[in-house]
């Protein structure tokens, strides 16, 4: 039996090769040089995960209750605003 490689892979030149030997060819960006977020209202530098919940009417999805969908966001860690670039935009 003969074994065919997939021609729909990265290329020639990473054919046989395992793939954490390809992700050590992608460039790593340097850290020192990205701005750092901060909070809109505070300032702060710290953030954590929240959820954001969204009712939908039971008339609207003709279900028999209404149903609630939750939403992660980012929040400031220190006051928990929500800056304008962490909502969700539905």
């Known amino acids: 039996m ?13 054919s046989g ?4 030997q390809i ?3 992608i460039p790593k960006p340097d850290m ?3 701005e750092d977020v901060t909070c ?14 969204k009712k939908l009417s039971k008339f609207l999805t003709g279900s ?3 149903s609630l969908t939750p939403i992660p966001v980012v929040a400031c860690a220190k006051c ?11």
Do not use: T
Not at 2 to 14: L, T
Not at 40 to 53: H, T
Not at 81 to 90: A, G, S, W
């Open 2 to 14: 003969k074994i065919v490689e997939d021609n729909n892979g990265p290329g020639p030149s990473n």
């Open 17 to 20: 090769r395992h793939p954490s």
């Open 23 to 25: 992700a050590n060819d």
């Open 32 to 34: 020192s040089q990205a």
């Open 40 to 53: 809109d209202e505070c300032g702060g530098k710290l953030f954590e995960e929240k959820l954001m919940l």
């Open 64 to 66: 028999d209750r209404d």
């Open 80 to 90: 928990s605003h929500v800056n304008e670039m962490f909502m969700p935009k539905l």
